[in-house]
């Protein structure tokens, strides 16, 4: 379980935490918990766009950013267009946390799918460790490794530079 209230607060004042995809699902349920964050639906910001992110992180100065952005549709619409699904998601994940590590955010937190895991594990219940185990199903192939390059770049990242970047996998968000 995460523990909201250590990550929107520190010994002297509150964070400043910014939340993209904050008008979807989850972003509505981390309204209730976290009402002074700011959040972002796709409006505002195209975050396939490295200005654009750019543009984000230097008009919002932030402590914490909780990506949820994505895009995201279903089964048919994952099979008719992969590489879209693919490139853009990767886009969004790649500039979120580069931008992240460049304009010195403390804490870059980044939600997976349960899409990434391999189509058929080697055991169940599903571990974190499992992610890299095997392909995603078919139908959320491109999907699914789309989310898992943002677990390789958190990885990454947080080896090279030292942050402390996080990434969680939900197993159901409803």
């Known amino acids: 379980m995460i523990n909201w209230k250590a990550i929107t607060k520190t010994k002297k004042m509150e964070k400043r935490i910014i939340v993209l995809g904050g008008?979807?699902?989850?972003?509505?349920?981390?309204?209730?918990?976290?009402?002074?964050?700011?959040?972002?639906?796709?409006?505002?910001?195209d975050l396939t766009s490295q200005s654009d992110v750019d543009h984000l992180f230097i008009e919002n100065p932030c402590d914490v950013v909780i990506n949820l952005d994505e895009i995201v549709s279903g089964i048919e619409d994952n099979i008719l267009r992969p590489c879209d699904h693919f490139t853009e998601n990767v886009f969004i994940n790649t500039f979120v946390i580069d931008s992240a590590r460049r304009y010195n955010v403390s804490r870059c937190i980044s939600i997976l799918s349960t899409c990434a895991y391999p189509d058929i594990a080697k055991s169940y219940p599903l571990l974190?460790?499992?992610?890299?185990?095997?392909?995603?199903?078919?139908?959320?192939?491109?999907?699914?490794?789309?989310?898992?390059?943002?677990?390789?770049?958190?990885?990454?990242?947080?080896e090279q530079y030292g942050t402390k970047f996080s990434y969680l996998i939900p197993s159901n968000i409803f």
């Open 23 to 45: 008008t979807g699902l989850v972003g509505k349920a981390l309204q209730r918990i976290m009402p002074k964050a700011k959040y972002f639906g796709s409006g505002l910001y």
């Open 128 to 158: 974190e460790s499992q992610i890299f185990e095997d392909i995603p199903t078919k139908t959320n192939f491109s999907y699914g490794y789309a989310k898992r390059m943002a677990a390789v770049q958190t990885l990454a990242t947080n």
